[in-house]
């Protein structure tokens, strides 16, 4: 089987029409929207703030926490419960993970950086988007970084490569499911996680293209970024 | 300086001046968005001022509870997320969210605005449950009378999704044009007791002053279709009165947003 | 060799922007370099002044440095002293001996002076690389605040609310006929009547919203003559500069 048209039409390395605005949680330290196609992610920062329970604090330096969650009525089919769960705590971490290098928080002894992702609807390339909206937020809320974070989710459906897979290229029987994120000046890759079946040659492709869609998704997040401080 | 703050606040209201330079029986601006979330069968955003609260519904079908083996279900849950306010924590719902999700629920409950009779499916075997979950995304006050519009907004944006053989829902498909048997529209009023003035829809600095509320849902009609008093200070019979009164001018005023 | 400045002065940058590319730049706060390019180490604006480029930082919580006057926020009584919540990552301690010019002999009731809620106008004094931050009331203009309200901004809009000699904030002072008081951690006192107080916070908010834009002293001025009927002068204001007004008899809530 050949996979000629994609289910909505786009080109295999076209991105899904995409949204930013920065600034849209006035109590928050820092806050972004991110949204790609139907998955919007809502990204809000508190911190550097104290940090509790003490057992938790690092004298040596402030340290990152993500909460990442789906809303109640987010998901493609039935509710999802409240409480997340191993997957939300799973994505939290590599969210994390994507994100912690950009950051140096030595200067934040015993604080924390809470950020916290909720999704309010979703359609594949969740994680994806949440490292592209906290990253804004981090940014807006102030921190030093040596860099943004852009994040795409790329993918085989059955003989080709594709990029920003929505649900139903993600659950294609046959087809494997690859979110990278890169830093977009150095082009070094933070998150790299694939499920499904590839040969080495097909990962090598995704990656490649997932780098060159994360230059789009950069300039989506400088506009948002800039445009918060226009006068409107 | 508990007692100085208060004493500030008494001191705005008895000019009849709010901390934003509103009047104390004045709501801040009211928005409210439809269909924020293709994910929901019904959901909306209600900005109140700065506050905002997102509401979503989510239906499926279920076997009736025992004893009511001829009505659908309806489930009402509410989270402060920590994302709205740099004092909540992420976890399970506490006290607030908890009141906040049970008031809600009351309201739309026991004004029957939901005829849940006509929630059924297969009498005794398969039934609607309607899920309500309301999210709070920015709290600068006023967050009951927000999250009951909210979750009235999505039930009102709610359209019924395609059954497949089984009678489950078939998320799927498309949805069709029916929306749920929604026959009265309740909104939530509190009015909070300060000294011996009355306001509506505190701001975050003027709720830590609060001695009193009353939470006052209404109909269309004007009727009374659930109360909820909190605060830590008692209130007189002459106080309800004036608090119900108080709600009952003010509900058109939520209405007129939806 | 290209010498090339890449961001505009007053253009708002992002993190990890390169915002120059030559060696004869200087990078300034807010920048680095790398080889030989400039980056802007976070999200801000731009201040180009000859070879030096700097950030000016638009966000970001409030990190005590020594002498900044702040509003602290008594959180805690402690043995010989108290913490004070300062609007900062960081809580405050206020020692027996920073408290007051009066004695304070071992064993008091040190409720008598200071008690959780209270808050007041304070200066830090020692910042230690761990965070341990220590702030006294000796000294002039600081005091415990008594009534009026305090309300929150950005930190790093605090010098534009002030300016230049407390110019900004001597205006709004003389339109709403309010007593301003500023601290540098973002959090503001404020005391007048009703209707001036929520004039004056509708303007201080005006001010952080519009702090990086040019003109706004002029802006500030006829807004608050349209606003207050009040015609304000954008003058260096020295006698109304962020020192505190000396102390006062306090005088809140006559009528309750």
Same mark, same amino acid.
């Given at each position: 089987?050949?996979?000629?048209?994609?289910?909505?039409?786009?080109?295999?390395?076209?991105?899904?029409?995409?949204?930013?605005?920065?600034?849209?949680?006035?109590?928050?330290?820092?806050?972004?929207?991110?949204?790609?196609?139907?998955?919007?992610?809502?990204?809000?920062?508190?911190?550097?703030?104290?940090?509790?329970?003490?057992?938790?604090?690092?004298?040596?330096?402030?340290?990152?926490?993500?909460?990442?969650?789906?809303?109640?009525?987010?998901?493609?089919?039935?509710?999802?419960?409240?409480?997340?769960?191993?997957?939300?705590?799973?994505?939290?971490?590599?969210?994390?993970?994507?994100?912690?290098?950009?950051?140096?928080?030595?200067?934040?002894?015993?604080?924390?950086?809470?950020?916290?992702?909720?999704?309010?609807?979703?359609?594949?390339?969740?994680?994806?988007?949440?490292?592209?909206?906290?990253?804004?937020?981090?940014?807006?809320?102030?921190?030093?970084?040596?860099?943004?974070?852009?994040?795409?989710?790329?993918?085989?459906?059955?003989?080709?490569?594709?990029?920003?897979?929505?649900?139903?290229?993600?659950?294609?029987?046959?087809?494997?499911?690859?979110?990278?994120?890169?830093?977009?000046?150095?082009?070094?890759?933070?998150?790299?996680?694939?499920?499904?079946?590839?040969?080495?040659?097909?990962?090598?492709?995704?990656?490649?293209?997932?780098?060159?869609?994360?230059?789009?998704?950069?300039?989506?997040?400088?506009?948002?970024?800039?445009?918060?401080?226009?006068?409107? | 300086?508990?007692?100085?703050?208060?004493?500030?606040?008494?001191?705005?209201?008895?000019?009849?001046?709010?901390?934003?330079?509103?009047?104390?029986?004045?709501?801040?601006?009211?928005?409210?968005?439809?269909?924020?979330?293709?994910?929901?069968?019904?959901?909306?955003?209600?900005?109140?001022?700065?506050?905002?609260?997102?509401?979503?519904?989510?239906?499926?079908?279920?076997?009736?509870?025992?004893?009511?083996?001829?009505?659908?279900?309806?489930?009402?849950?509410?989270?402060?997320?920590?994302?709205?306010?740099?004092?909540?924590?992420?976890?399970?719902?506490?006290?607030?969210?908890?009141?906040?999700?049970?008031?809600?629920?009351?309201?739309?409950?026991?004004?029957?605005?939901?005829?849940?009779?006509?929630?059924?499916?297969?009498?005794?075997?398969?039934?609607?449950?309607?899920?309500?979950?309301?999210?709070?995304?920015?709290?600068?006050?006023?967050?009951?009378?927000?999250?009951?519009?909210?979750?009235?907004?999505?039930?009102?944006?709610?359209?019924?999704?395609?059954?497949?053989?089984?009678?489950?829902?078939?998320?799927?498909?498309?949805?069709?044009?029916?929306?749920?048997?929604?026959?009265?529209?309740?909104?939530?009023?509190?009015?909070?007791?300060?000294?011996?003035?009355?306001?509506?829809?505190?701001?975050?600095?003027?709720?830590?002053?609060?001695?009193?509320?009353?939470?006052?849902?209404?109909?269309?009609?004007?009727?009374?279709?659930?109360?909820?008093?909190?605060?830590?200070?008692?209130?007189?019979?002459?106080?309800?009165?004036?608090?119900?009164?108080?709600?009952?001018?003010?509900?058109?005023?939520?209405?007129?947003?939806? | 060799?290209?010498?090339?400045?890449?961001?505009?002065?007053?253009?708002?940058?992002?993190?990890?922007?390169?915002?120059?590319?030559?060696?004869?730049?200087?990078?300034?706060?807010?920048?680095?370099?790398?080889?030989?390019?400039?980056?802007?180490?976070?999200?801000?604006?731009?201040?180009?002044?000859?070879?030096?480029?700097?950030?000016?930082?638009?966000?970001?919580?409030?990190?005590?440095?020594?002498?900044?006057?702040?509003?602290?926020?008594?959180?805690?009584?402690?043995?010989?002293?108290?913490?004070?919540? #300062?609007?900062?990552?960081? =809580?405050? /301690?206020?020692?027996? %001996?920073? *408290? +007051?010019?009066?004695? !304070?002999?071992? &064993?008091?009731?040190?409720?008598?002076?200071?008690?959780?809620?209270?808050?007041?106008?304070?200066?830090?004094?020692?910042?230690?690389?761990?965070?341990?931050?220590?702030?006294?009331?000796?000294?002039?203009?600081?005091?415990?605040?008594?009534?009026?309200?305090?309300?929150?901004?950005?930190?790093?809009?605090?010098?534009?609310? #002030?300016?230049?000699?407390? =110019?900004? /904030?001597?205006?709004? %002072?003389? *339109? +709403?006929?309010?007593? !301003?008081?500023? &601290?540098?951690?973002?959090?503001?006192?404020?005391?007048?009547?009703?209707?001036?107080?929520?004039?004056?916070?509708?303007?201080?908010?005006?001010?952080?919203?519009?702090?990086?834009?040019?003109?706004?002293?002029?802006?500030?001025?006829?807004?608050?003559?349209?606003?207050?009927?009040?015609?304000?002068?954008?003058?260096?204001?020295?006698?109304?500069?962020?020192?505190?007004?000396?102390?006062?008899?306090?005088?809140?809530?006559?009528?309750?």
């Amino acid at each position: 089987m050949s996979y000629t048209k994609r289910f909505d039409g786009r080109g295999f390395e076209e991105l899904r029409p995409m949204s930013a605005k920065v600034g849209i949680i006035p109590r928050a330290d820092g806050s972004a929207m991110f949204k790609t196609g139907k998955t919007t992610a809502l990204a809000a920062v508190y911190g550097p703030r104290d940090l509790h329970p003490k057992f938790m604090q690092n004298p040596e330096t402030g340290i990152l926490r993500i909460f990442y969650n789906m809303m109640p009525f987010s998901g493609h089919g039935e509710r999802v419960r409240p409480g997340g769960g191993r997957r939300s705590k799973e994505i939290s971490m590599v969210i994390q993970n994507a994100i912690l290098p950009v950051l140096d928080l030595k200067d934040y002894p015993n604080a924390v950086v809470d950020v916290f992702v909720e999704l309010p609807q979703t359609d594949a390339g969740t994680r994806c988007a949440a490292i592209t909206a906290a990253a804004m937020a981090l940014a807006d809320a102030g921190l030093e970084m040596k860099d943004l974070v852009c994040a795409v989710a790329a993918g085989r459906v059955e003989d080709k490569i594709v990029i920003d897979l929505n649900y139903y290229e993600d659950s294609h029987e046959d087809g494997a499911d690859l979110p990278v994120a890169v830093l977009p000046n150095s082009g070094k890759v933070t998150l790299l996680q694939m499920d499904g079946d590839m040969t080495k040659e097909q990962i090598k492709e995704c990656i490649t293209k997932a780098k060159e869609a994360c230059k789009k998704i950069y300039e989506v997040q400088k506009a948002a970024l800039k445009e918060r401080f226009v006068k409107r | 300086m508990q007692k100085e703050s208060k004493a500030h606040l008494l001191r705005a209201l008895a000019k009849n001046v709010r901390y934003d330079g509103r009047k104390a029986l004045e709501y801040r601006p009211v928005t409210v968005e439809y269909g924020i979330s293709e994910s929901a069968e019904g959901s909306a955003r209600v900005r109140i001022g700065g506050t905002e609260v997102m509401a979503g519904v989510k239906l499926e079908t279920n076997t009736p509870y025992p004893d009511t083996p001829d009505q659908g279900n309806l489930m009402v849950n509410a989270e402060l997320m920590a994302l709205s306010n740099p004092a909540f924590e992420p976890g399970p719902p506490g006290e607030q969210a908890t009141e906040i999700a049970r008031v809600v629920d009351r309201a739309v409950r026991e004004s029957k605005s939901i005829d849940v009779h006509k929630l059924v499916i297969k009498p005794g075997e398969k039934v609607w449950a309607v899920n309500i979950d309301i999210c709070t995304i920015n709290d600068e006050g006023g967050l009951q009378d927000a999250a009951c519009l909210a979750a009235l907004a999505a039930l009102k944006n709610t359209r019924l999704p395609k059954l497949n053989e089984n009678d489950d829902v078939d998320y799927d498909a498309e949805k069709t044009k029916e929306g749920l048997p929604l026959s009265k529209q309740p909104v939530e009023v509190t009015v909070i007791k300060v000294g011996e003035h009355f306001f509506v829809d505190a701001l975050s600095e003027e709720e830590k002053s609060i001695e009193a509320r009353l939470t006052v849902a209404v109909t269309e009609k004007g009727t009374v279709c659930a109360l909820q008093k909190g605060g830590a200070l008692p209130l007189s019979v002459e106080d309800i009165d004036k608090m119900i009164d108080i709600a009952q001018k003010l509900a058109p005023t939520l209405r007129k947003a939806l | 060799m290209t010498e090339e400045v890449l961001a505009k002065d007053k253009e708002i940058v992002v993190p990890g922007e390169i915002v120059a590319v030559g060696m004869s730049f200087l990078p300034g706060k807010g920048t680095y370099r790398e080889e030989d390019k400039i980056v802007a180490q976070r999200l801000g604006m731009m201040s180009v002044e000859g070879k030096v480029i700097k950030l000016i930082p638009l966000s970001g919580r409030y990190l005590p440095k020594l002498k900044d006057r702040i509003v602290g926020k008594v959180i805690d009584v402690l043995l010989t002293g108290w913490r004070m919540e #300062i609007n900062s990552p960081y =809580s405050a /301690v206020m020692t027996l %001996k920073d *408290a +007051t010019s009066e004695f !304070i002999p071992r &064993g008091a009731d040190l409720t008598q002076y200071y008690c959780i809620g209270d808050c007041v106008v304070c200066q830090v004094v020692n910042v230690t690389s761990q965070k341990l931050i220590d702030v006294s009331m000796k000294g002039p203009g600081l005091r415990k605040l008594r009534g009026g309200r305090i309300i929150e901004v950005s930190a790093q809009k605090v010098p534009r609310i #002030i300016g230049k000699d407390g =110019s900004m /904030v001597g205006m709004i %002072k003389q *339109a +709403t006929k309010c007593e !301003i008081i500023v &601290g540098q951690n973002g959090w503001i006192w404020l005391e007048g009547e009703p209707e001036g107080e929520v004039i004056a916070v509708k303007a201080i908010k005006k001010v952080e919203e519009e702090a990086h834009l040019g003109g706004l002293t002029d802006r500030m001025a006829a807004w608050l003559e349209k606003e207050t009927g009040v015609k304000v002068s954008p003058q260096a204001q020295p006698e109304q500069s962020e020192e505190a007004p000396q102390q006062h008899p306090h005088h809140f809530g006559g009528s309750q």
